[in-house]
């Protein structure tokens, strides 16, 4: 299968909140009339008109709240850890076609990781993220000329290496040299994930929805990264560190209010 980086599924920033209306300036008052200026007394001071109250802003929409909303968008189910995970749960980002479509997305487990983490700074973080791929065998081009190759468990397997890859920090790379390290890793993952017949992935069986399935894995200094089909139509990958991925179960988000 011929790939190329346009043909690789990207992730879409969240979208900020829109700014609050400025309130109404109050109204300016009328000016009296001259003879009634000449007759005021010069030691009285002009009456002051009573100031207007500004109409109340209305109150931001929490992140949480707006990314939730964008995860409701989505024609597809949302899967995550399954019961047997009674840890924190979290929204991040999800990813739109050129239409604007929701086509993937991701949820967190765990502690929230940052870039630079254990690798870097010897702290602990345990945390899986678990990506829902949206099957579609028609994907449009950002200009709308053309079609990009159907998604797969490959899209799935590229979208976990390169979110791992993006929380992943050498202890000793200069920050300066992070953005070349991340370019030539995150090429490395597209191979990868190109290739998952080859010598680099083994394969695993975990519960989704309570059935056994088969799922393509690696490990590497970084931490895991496993991908996946599911009945329900959706391709699952996920990627973690800190926390085993033998032990994991998926299943359909029945609330994603138990996210936000």
């Known amino acids: 299968m011929e790939t190329t980086s346009s043909s ?79 840890g924190p749960r979290w929204l991040m980002q999800v990813g739109t076609g050129a239409d604007g479509t929701v086509e993937h997305g991701s949820t967190g487990h765990g502690d929230e990781p940052s870039a630079r983490g254990e690798l870097a700074t010897g702290e602990k973080e345990r945390f899986a993220v678990v990506v829902t791929v949206a099957s579609n065998p028609l994907r449009r081009s950002s200009d709308g000329t053309g079609v990009l190759e159907a998604t797969s468990v490959s899209s799935a397997a590229w979208l976990a290496g390169s979110g791992l890859l993006a929380y992943s920090w050498p202890g000793q ?42 799922f393509h894995y690696r490990e590497s200094e970084f931490g895991w990264v496993l991908a996946g089909s599911t009945k329900g139509g959706v391709h699952v990958g996920a990627y973690g560190r800190g926390m085993s991925a033998y032990g994991l179960g998926f299943s359909v988000i029945a609330d994603l209010a138990a996210y936000a």
């Open 8 to 86: 690789r599924v990207g992730v879409q920033p969240a979208e900020a909140p829109a700014p609050a209306a400025a309130p109404a300036a109050p109204a300016g008052q009328p000016q009296p009339a001259p003879a009634e200026t000449a007759a005021a007394s010069p030691q009285a001071a002009p009456a002051q008109p009573e100031p207007q109250q500004p109409e109340e802003a209305a109150a931001p929409v929490p992140a949480a709240r707006r990314g939730l909303e964008r995860y409701l968008r989505a024609e597809f189910p949302w899967y995550g850890l399954d019961g047997a995970y009674t």
């Open 173 to 214: 790379m200069d920050h300066t040299l992070r953005d070349d390290w991340l370019d030539q890793q995150t090429e490395a993952a597209w191979e990868l994930a190109d290739d998952l017949a080859g010598p680099d992935w083994s394969t695993l069986s975990l519960p989704v929805d309570g059935e056994p399935t088969t």
